[in-house]
């Protein structure tokens, strides 16, 4: 049932109820009235009437007592009578002319009336003299104020329903504007505004609405903004993780290639300026002098050339494994750097996809090639520990720290450790390693599929 027609459904029943209470009481104090009137009216009718017939009876008899009561007429609300000592009835008052022809209903009469009262005198030589009490006129009179009243307050009802019915469309009128409004923003259309409505209630109601409306076109312009730049990331996170993917495919093919091919030829080279040194330098010192110096550069060039080869790609992570290959890595370093100490000390599980293998092995080599060529260090502590949830590698210096320069625009090696860690799930984090020096640390779940 809409609010309309409940609220209009209120204010019937109420003033419905107004009337019934009004008219009912009004026949309580009608019915309290008559009663009252009747009773005392009877009451001295009867007194009055009975000694003033006494004294004309004994005085003149029957036939005085007749015609004061002819000259008398009728008694309001009473009827008197008559009565000779057989029963025969010798007088009767008239009828009443008041509103004659007309009575009340015998429901509401009988609603009213009060007690039949009746009043018996016996006179001079056995004739009665009866005073009956007589309330229909009464009963009338509270019958046509009832009607009036009735009248009156049916008119008042259908008056004041009416104002209220309109009263009601008045103020409601707003609602289903309001209501449409919703449903036009539960459809989508969030750019919609509510009109300014007639009404402080609906005018705030509107107001609100509008706030509100303009609240949730706001945050889902911002949600959407944010979905979008979260798939624009995830796209360029889809394709720098391919753009590894590819670099590191070409860094194993320039590796291999290099220590193959490029590694072979540089072999050949020294081993034939060997030779020329060896047969030739006999016959012309010159030459076997010049013979030495392209052996010793092919062999410098080897050198470099395998120094060169695990910065590209370490070929040994697919025969030696992770921790072999992280132990060449710090005994090379190790060498080259015999005044400051490098520990390492890990512990590995038996199986890693080869993306977590490059992922630890790349956060190591980078935390120590940085140790050793920018902080000065003393000491550098590199751990690879590991549970059934994760790895966690730290790489640990006691040199100077990171210049402040480390994060411009330009510096790759870092950020690019980051958001290979982050691509597998994990975390990648740099602070102070105590008092001094760089931590390094990062740590990848065993739960992201290599």
């Known amino acids: 049932m809409r609010l309309r027609t409940r609220l209009n459904l209120v204010v019937a029943a109420l003033s419905a109820a107004f009337v019934i209470v009004l008219i009912a009481a009004e026949i309580q104090s009608a019915r309290s009235s008559v009663r009252e009137e009747i009773e005392a009216a009877n009451r001295v009718a009867a007194q009055l009437l009975g000694r003033l017939a006494s004294v004309y009876s004994h005085v003149g008899g029957p036939d005085l007592v007749l015609q004061f009561l002819q000259q008398l007429g009728r008694v309001r609300s009473n009827e008197v009578s008559l009565l000779s000592a057989a029963g025969v009835v010798l007088y009767r008052s008239p009828p009443s002319p008041y509103k004659a022809g007309r009575e009340a209903p015998a429901w509401f009469a009988h609603l009213l009336a009060p007690q039949p009262a009746k009043y018996m005198f016996l006179l001079r030589d056995g004739t009665q003299l009866v005073v009956e009490a007589q309330p229909s006129r009464a009963v009338l009179d509270a019958w046509d104020d009832v009607t009036r ?121 020294r081993s034939l300026a060997l030779a020329i040194a060896t047969q030739g330098g006999v016959r012309d010192p010159e030459m076997g002098k010049v013979a030495h110096l392209i052996s010793e550069e092919a062999a410098r060039l080897y050198d470099a050339m395998h120094g060169l080869i695990p910065r590209l790609t370490p070929l040994s992570l697919d025969t030696l494994g992770l921790a072999t290959t992280l132990e060449n890595l710090v005994r090379d370093w190790q060498r080259r750097h015999p005044s400051i100490a490098l520990t390492l000390r890990q512990e590995l599980p038996n199986d890693l996809g080869p993306s977590v293998t490059l992922a630890i092995y790349r956060v190591v080599q980078e935390g120590l090639i940085n140790a050793l060529r920018h902080a000065q260090p003393s000491r550098v502590q590199i751990e690879v520990q590991s549970d059934v949830r994760r790895i966690l590698v730290t790489v640990t210096d006691d040199g100077v720290g990171l210049p402040a320069e480390w994060a411009r625009p330009g510096h790759f090696g870092l950020r690019g450790l980051a958001d290979r860690v982050e691509q597998l799930g994990g975390s990648f984090d740099i602070g102070k390693g105590g008092q001094r020096g760089v931590c390094l640390t990062a740590e990848i779940p065993l739960t992201v599929p290599a």
């Open 149 to 269: 009243l009735s009248a009156i307050a049916a008119l008042m009802l259908v008056i004041v329903n009416g104002v209220a019915f309109w009263s009601v469309a008045h103020v409601l009128k707003p609602f289903p504007i309001i209501a449409g409004g919703l449903q036009r923003i539960e459809q989508g259309d969030l750019s919609f505004r509510l009109p300014r409505l007639a009404g402080f209630e609906a005018h705030a109601i509107g107001a609100a609405f509008n706030r509100m409306a303009q609240a949730v076109e706001d945050k889902v312009r911002v949600e959407r903004k944010a979905r979008d730049a979260e798939t624009r990331l995830e796209e360029r996170r889809e394709m720098a993780s391919l753009a590894d993917q590819r670099v590191e495919e070409e860094r194993r093919l320039i590796a291999h290639e290099l220590h193959d091919e490029f590694g072979q030829s540089v072999t050949a080279i």
